[in-house]
Nanobody, 128 residues
Framework: QVQLIESGGGMVQAGGSLRLSCSPS????????MGWFRQAPGQAREFVAS??????????GLSVKGRFTVSRGIAKNRQTMYLNMSALEPADTANYYC???????????????????WGQGTQVTVSS
């Protein structure tokens, strides 16, 4: 059973930065692409960024391109995905969800339906 655990959310002023992290607990997710989505109250879930299993190939949503960076590495012996967010705007306020494709699906993706595992979300609030 795979569970994705996000951390790093919080409150920040406009123009500030935050770093989100996501790691699987329980079973690991070797060789599996991952991504970030976000959802603001009353709005549909929105694609933010994704990364392939190597970390070399990334995609970004238009609203965050140039401000957010997705990457992956190893933390506590587990594959961890990061989202470095800078130049934050009030419009970035949302619940941010970590997602992973099915085990062994290595290519980065952008559609919500391409992801199989989901975290519970971490809240990011940007004040003006």
């Amino acid at each position: 059973q795979v569970q994705l655990i996000e951390s790093g959310g919080g409150m920040v002023q406009a123009g500030g930065s935050l770093r989100l992290s996501c790691s699987p607990s329980g079973d690991t997710l070797p060789n599996t692409a991952m991504g970030w989505f976000r959802q603001a109250p009353g709005q549909a879930r929105e694609f933010v960024a994704s990364v392939d299993w190597t970390g070399d190939s990334t995609y970004y949503g238009l609203s965050v391109k140039g401000r957010f960076t997705v990457s992956r590495g190893i933390a506590k012996n587990r594959q961890t995905m990061y989202l470095n967010m800078s130049a934050l705007e009030p419009a970035d306020t949302a619940n941010y969800y970590c997602a992973a494709r099915r085990l062994g699906w290595v290519g980065a993706a952008q559609d919500e339906s391409d992801f199989f595992y989901w975290g519970q979300g971490t809240q990011v609030t940007v004040s003006s």
